[in-house]
């Protein structure tokens, strides 16, 4: 049922639940994904927005901004990061590929939003 700690999900789908119960399962899961974004806005709520309003006092900055700088942040973080794996493993082509296809898709999907 998982694989290296995740839950396999289509494989519950179409092997435990099967063709007889497949819209109960399509049910389950619109119900657990519910679930989940509900966690994440309560964990956001209780965690991040008090960080943000320290940040923004202690930077002196309105709290629109310093959401943004931070969220800026956080999208960009994991960019940063592959690209210092790719370094640190003497495969540059995994930089080059990594940033110029975020490069390419925050020009055509965000900014031609």
Same mark, same amino acid.
């Given at each position: *049922?998982?694989? +290296?700690?995740?839950? %396999?999900?289509?494989? =519950? $789908?179409?092997? #435990? @639940?099967?063709?007889?119960? @497949?819209?109960?399962?399509?049910? =389950? ?16 709520d209780d965690y991040?927005?008090?960080?943000? !309003?320290?940040?923004?006092k202690v930077l002196?900055?309105?709290? %629109? ?5 931070? *969220?800026?942040?956080? %999208? &960009? +973080? ?14 540059? !082509? $995994?930089? @080059? &590929? !990594? $940033?110029?296809?975020?490069?390419? @898709? $925050? #020009? ?6």
């Amino acid at each position: *049922m998982t694989t +290296a700690g995740f839950i %396999n999900y289509v494989s =519950i $789908l179409y092997c #435990t @639940f099967g063709k007889s119960l @497949f819209p109960l399962a399509i049910i =389950i899961y619109i119900v657990w994904l519910l679930v989940l974004f509900i966690a994440l806005a309560v964990s956001a709520d209780d965690y991040f927005c008090p960080s943000i !309003e320290v940040i923004s006092k202690v930077l002196r900055l309105s709290q %629109n901004i310093a959401g943004v700088t931070i *969220m800026a942040l956080g %999208n &960009g +973080a994991p960019d940063i990061f592959s690209a210092l794996a790719g370094i640190g493993q003497d495969r540059p !082509e $995994l930089v @080059f &590929g !990594e $940033l110029i296809g975020a490069g390419v @898709f $925050l #020009t055509t999907v965000v900014a031609g939003a």
